[in-house]
T-cell receptor, first 113, second 114 residues
Framework: DADVTQTPRNRITKTGKRIMLECSQT?????MYWYRQDPGLGLRLIYY???????NKGEISDGYSVSRQAQAKFSLSLESAIPNQTALYFC????????????FGPGTRLTVL | GEDVEQSLFLSVREGDSSVINCTYT??????LYWYKQEPGAGLQLLTY?????DMKQDQRLTVLLNKKDKHLSLRIADTQTGDSAIYFC??????????????FGTGTRLLVSP
């Protein structure tokens, strides 16, 4: 079984809709992250969380919100989706105190029409 | 700000060596990383190097770090078709919270032909 899972894997939605992407991990890591990947731009950090009570904005948090429901679950919401949020979204986890090796989920491909 | 640059594409023949290059801007990076992304999958850490090292070898992989030029390279010896993937260079960069975020390059697509 995968250590970091994301649901859904693919989603097509319309402008203005609210969307939630979910991430679960069985690695027991305290840190979790959300990234988006766009062609030609690499990965950019949206939000990160050190534990359930510690959530921080990344480079591109505008238009997104997150919830850390438990140590193992970290969800990303788009309150009102817009077309330029069409991207591949990755969740990742890591342990504190290590060299920040991050373990990535398989990604969610989101298309906003 | 931080920036990590890579060439977009590299094509080699099976059995040859592959060298993927990367330049970065943050001289305070503690670690530099190489991640691999296979089709339909997330990124997987291949190797990393601490900033006070200039070389690290791990089986078929050799990482070279030139801090003066802020240049990082990944050499894959005896490249196999299974090595075909996108390779991302990343540097660690401090945020104002003290957290060291990862700054990723755009990725180099390696194509290995038989």
């Amino acid at each position: 079984d995968a250590d970091v899972t994301q649901t859904p894997r693919n989603r097509i939605t319309k402008t203005g809709k609210r969307i939630m992407l979910e991430c679960s991990q069985t690695k027991g890591h305290d840190r979790m992250y959300w990234y988006r990947q766009d062609p030609g731009l690499g990965l950019r950090l949206i939000y990160y969380s050190f534990d359930v009570k510690d959530i921080n904005k990344g480079e591109i948090s505008d238009g997104y919100s997150v919830s850390r429901q438990a140590q193992a679950k970290f969800s990303l919401s788009l309150e009102s989706a817009i077309p330029n949020q069409t991207a591949l979204y990755f969740c990742a986890t890591s342990e504190s105190g290590r060299y920040n090796e991050q373990f990535f989920g398989p990604g969610t491909r989101l298309t906003v029409l | 700000g931080e920036d990590v640059e890579q060439s977009l594409f590299l094509s080699v023949r099976e059995g040859d060596s592959s060298v993927i290059n990367c330049t970065y801007t943050d001289s305070s990076s503690t670690y530099l990383y190489w991640y691999k992304q296979e089709p339909g999958a997330g990124l997987q850490l291949l190797t990393y190097i601490f900033s006070n090292m200039d070389m690290k070898q791990d089986q078929r992989l050799t990482v070279l770090l030139n801090k003066k030029d802020k240049h990082l390279s990944l050499r894959i010896a005896d490249t196999q078709t299974g090595d075909s993937a996108i390779y991302f260079c990343a540097e660690s960069a401090p945020m104002n919270t003290g957290f060291q975020k990862l700054v990723f390059g755009t990725g180099t697509r390696l194509l290995v032909s038989p």
